[in-house]
């Protein structure tokens, strides 16, 4: 029987209950005492009882088991309403403790499907973005064997390939709504050591300043020097970093910064600096969350690191005659050791 129905139900018996349970009072509390009370004065009024015809204790006895058995009726009834009394709160109070169950569960359904949607979207950007990358990589191993050289714009090129997969998938990744304020951008060190833009692609409606960043300044300073991702979220309670440009503060409410640190092994206590900052932003507080992002967004950046470090090694190739001539030697007996 559905919940309603049965609630609708019970409440009709409780009404019903009502409604007897009040002529029972009113039984209790006005009619039996008055017929309680005809009976003593007819019983005190009788002088002589050998006198009474049989007739009269016929009369007088089942007058006496009529009320006996109302009574017992009543009395009944009063019990069982009692019960009723406390069924409909106990059952009252549980289907508000399973209508809670029912609307957390459905929270968490709908929380389960938009996860496992995000997990879907990010495993589809890694996909395409390793493809990118190993397009990349073989494209800068081809040009360095055939000598030739890898430009500026074609590195940007590399570089925007593997970012592009963050641009197209927002808002599946981040769960952006339509209409909002986003940018995301790549700061790279300058010869003044500070962090300025490299990449960039970001909503028409924001104005772009491409501002440079001091390590330790902002959000992409921060994240460059401490070598971390840093993120913030745009509330009230977080005071981690602040905005005071007005511009700024419409259009940068939650800001994450994730490091680009180079490949490493750990073989060495050589402190590797990034080799540049991912940043992400948003005009809606809270856009972000770092469970859900972090990893996604670091596992990102490492890849565009393995990049950077192939165009760094194939840079120093390129411009070092000594490792262009120890390369070549080691290529030389490789041939001689096969023929």
Same mark, same amino acid.
């Given at each position: 029987m559905p919940e309603s129905k049965t609630h609708t139900?019970?409440?009709?018996?409780?009404?019903?209950?009502?409604?007897?349970? =009040?002529?029972?009072?009113?039984?209790?509390?006005?009619? +039996? %005492?008055? +017929? #309680?009370?005809?009976?003593? /004065?007819?019983?005190?009024?009788? @002088?002589?009882? =050998?006198? +009474?015809? %049989?007739?009269?204790?016929? &009369?007088?006895?089942? !007058?006496?088991?009529?009320?006996?058995?109302?009574? #017992?009726?009543? !009395?009944? #009834?009063?019990?069982? !309403?009692?019960?009723?009394?406390?069924?409909? %709160? *106990?059952? /009252?109070? /549980?289907?508000?403790?399973? $209508?809670?169950?029912?609307?957390?569960? *459905? $929270? +968490?359904? $709908?929380?389960? @499907?938009?996860?496992?949607?995000?997990?879907?979207?990010?495993s589809h950007a890694m996909k395409v973005t390793s493809e990118a990358l190993s397009y990349a990589i073989g494209s800068i191993r081809n040009k360095e064997a055939m000598q030739q050289t890898v430009t500026d714009d074609a590195m940007d090129e590399m570089i925007s390939s593997l970012l592009w997969p963050i641009v197209v998938l927002r808002e599946q990744l981040f769960d952006l709504r339509q209409g909002a304020l986003w940018s995301i951008a790549l700061y790279v060190p300058n010869s003044d050591g500070t962090l300025v833009p490299k990449w960039r692609m970001n909503d028409n409606r924001i104005p772009v300043q491409n501002r440079p960043w001091a390590p330790g300044f902002g959000v992409v300073g921060l994240s460059y020097l401490h070598k971390k991702v840093k993120y913030f979220s745009g509330d009230m309670e977080d005071q981690s970093f602040s905005v005071t440009k007005q511009s700024d503060i419409e259009s940068y409410k939650s800001i994450i910064a994730i490091p680009i640190i180079p490949c490493e092994d750990k073989s060495s206590d050589e402190e590797h600096r990034p080799v540049g900052v991912l940043v992400l932003t948003s005009d809606r507080v809270k856009q972000f969350n770092l469970d859900r992002d972090a990893m996604f967004l670091q596992t990102h950046a490492n890849l565009v690191a393995i990049l950077i470090e192939k165009y760094r090694t194939y840079s120093e190739h390129s411009t070092n005659p000594d490792v262009q !001539?120890? =390369?070549? &030697?080691?290529?030389?007996?490789?041939? /001689?050791? *096969?023929?």
């Open positions: 139900v019970l409440s009709s018996i409780n009404s019903t209950y009502r409604i007897v349970q =009040s002529a029972a009072s009113f039984w209790n509390a006005l009619i +039996l %005492p008055i +017929l #309680i009370a005809v009976f003593v /004065t007819y019983l005190l009024g009788v @002088k002589d009882f =050998s006198s +009474l015809k %049989p007739i009269n204790w016929v &009369l007088i006895i089942i !007058s006496g088991l009529v009320v006996v058995s109302v009574h #017992i009726v009543v !009395s009944i #009834i009063m019990v069982r !309403s009692s019960a009723t009394d406390t069924l409909l %709160p *106990e059952y /009252t109070q /549980t289907l508000k403790q399973l $209508k809670e169950i029912e609307n957390e569960f *459905e $929270k +968490l359904d $709908k929380q389960y @499907k938009i996860d496992s949607q995000t997990f879907k979207s990010q !001539s120890t =390369s070549s &030697l080691d290529n030389e007996e490789g041939v /001689t050791h *096969e023929s």
